[in-house]
């Protein structure tokens, strides 16, 4: 039986998108590291740190393949055992760690926003 062409689409964009994500982050990564001026300092680190964190959530969502719902504020990830090489336990786990990169993401970008916000006041002062 053939999956539903929503599920082929899916499958499709994930894989486009992980691939993609991967590829273009090493790709900032290696510019960061290389083209960067020296002053930006540790402004550099804050975005490998983002980079790394987003190779390594495109990574597992290829992997695992989650499924997300969400009604109103709240949302869960599950994964289809049958289509997956991974013991129940390891997915669970898999899981767990996506939904950490997932915060560690937000985390970076508040970070972010921080360290930008000091960096303008100490050059408007």
Same mark, same amino acid.
């Given at each position: 039986? =053939?999956?539903? *062409?929503? #599920?082929?689409a899916?499958?499709?964009?994930?894989?486009? $998108? $992980?691939? /993609?994500?991967?590829? /273009? *982050?090493?790709?900032?990564? !290696?510019?960061?590291?290389?083209?960067?001026?020296?002053?930006? &300092? *540790?402004?550099?680190?804050?975005?490998?740190?983002?980079?790394?964190? $987003?190779?390594?959530?495109?990574?597992l969502d290829?992997v695992? +393949?989650?499924?997300?719902y969400?009604?109103?504020?709240?949302?869960f990830?599950? $994964?289809?055992? +049958?289509? &997956?090489?991974f013991?129940? #336990?390891?997915? +669970?786990?898999?899981?767990?760690?996506l939904? &950490?990169?997932?915060?560690?993401?937000?985390? &970076?970008?508040?970070?972010?926003?921080?360290y =930008?916000? !000091?960096? /303008? #006041? =100490?050059?408007?002062?």
């Open positions: 039986m =053939r999956p539903p *062409n929503f #599920e082929i899916k499958n499709y964009i994930q894989f486009l $998108s $992980s691939t /993609l994500a991967v590829f /273009l *982050n090493s790709f900032l990564i !290696f510019l960061i590291y290389t083209k960067s001026p020296k002053k930006m &300092g *540790n402004y550099r680190h804050l975005m490998c740190y983002f980079c790394g964190i $987003s190779i390594i959530y495109a990574c290829f695992v +393949r989650p499924t997300i969400s009604r109103g504020s709240a949302f990830m599950m $994964s289809d055992l +049958r289509k &997956g090489v013991s129940q #336990e390891v997915t +669970r786990i898999l899981i767990c760690i939904c &950490g990169c997932c915060g560690s993401t937000i985390y &970076g970008i508040v970070v972010h926003f921080v =930008r916000f !000091f960096a /303008l #006041e =100490r050059f408007v002062d």
